[in-house]
């Protein structure tokens, strides 16, 4: 049976990793997620154009189009952006993220998650990736047209749409944290979006946030991700940043064994 025996790895950027938080004095820190906020809010709440300028429904069936004055589009079909729900949930996520609570949580689930599995406290660093970086990535060549092969996949469809992601193609994030990543797919394409988290503590997060903002197309587990299955995955995303080399390794592994041709796998690092 042929198997995906390599995968794209696209590089990512502008991933933060720390075990405890903000490293810089109270005031300046606290200065500095104002001005993140300001930033992301700006950036997140003006996309919406940017989108509708570069894709439409009525695109042809092309990975990718010319607009006829040598700009490219991303020749995605049906695009939907949920622009204030994303802002709303990226504000909630900073919010809690900053508390003491949160990270004092964050200290206990790792140090005692380390001391029963087979895993390193280095690999469970936190870290949040900003909303343009993300969006910057995923509109590189190969990533759109892995993404309109999940838009345009039967889930679309499916009226009423079922619960589980994990039944239709999906994007999946190894590594979800508190939901940064999945919440991003989920309300900027409208793709169900999967997120497996070993900490509770950040799953719990993820839990609340997607109740509390109603999100849709959004699954996260607690589980290592290495027992993930994968059988309807399109798109990956490894927050890979912190990880040893052994564990990135079985990942690499597990990847190139079972997941479906045609699948990509994105990445922090060039490993």
């Known amino acids: 049976r042929e198997r995906a025996v390599a995968a794209d790895w696209l590089p990512s950027c502008a991933a933060t990793c720390s075990h405890t938080g903000d490293s810089e004095p109270g005031d300046a820190a606290a200065i500095s997620r104002e001005k993140l906020l300001a930033d992301e809010r700006k950036f997140i709440l003006g996309v919406e154009h940017d989108i509708g300028l570069t894709t439409t429904a009525t695109e042809t069936q092309d990975d990718e189009c010319g607009d006829g004055n040598g700009e490219k589009r991303l020749g995605l079909a049906a ?119 070993i900490l509770p503590s950040l799953v719990a997060v993820a839990e609340q946030i997607k109740g509390e903002m109603g999100v849709q197309n959004a699954q996260f587990t607690c589980a290592d991700m290495l027992e993930a299955c994968l059988t309807h995955t399109k798109v990956v995303v490894l927050t890979s940043q912190c990880w040893d080399s052994e564990l990135f390794g079985r990942a690499a592994d597990k990847l190139q064994a079972e997941l479906p041709l045609g699948a990509l796998v994105v990445d922090y690092t060039p490993q």
């Not at 936190?126 to 970086?133: F, L, V």
């Not at 039944?167 to 508190?178: A, I, K, L, N």
């Open 79 to 197: 695009v939907v952006l949920e622009p204030e729900k994303l802002w709303r949930v990226t504000e909630r996520l900073r919010q809690l993220e900053s508390r003491a609570e949160f990270q004092a949580q964050l200290l206990r689930d790792t140090a005692a998650v380390a001391e029963v599995s087979q895993y390193s406290e280095l690999n469970f660093a936190y870290g949040s990736t900003p909303y343009r970086s993300w969006y910057n990535v995923f509109q590189g060549e190969p990533l759109v047209a892995a993404m309109r092969r999940v838009m345009d996949s039967p889930h679309q469809a499916v009226d009423p749409p079922s619960p589980a992601v994990d039944s239709h193609p999906h994007v999946m994030v190894w590594g979800s944290s508190s939901g940064w990543l999945v919440f991003y797919a989920a309300l900027t394409f409208g793709v169900p979006a999967w997120g497996y988290e």
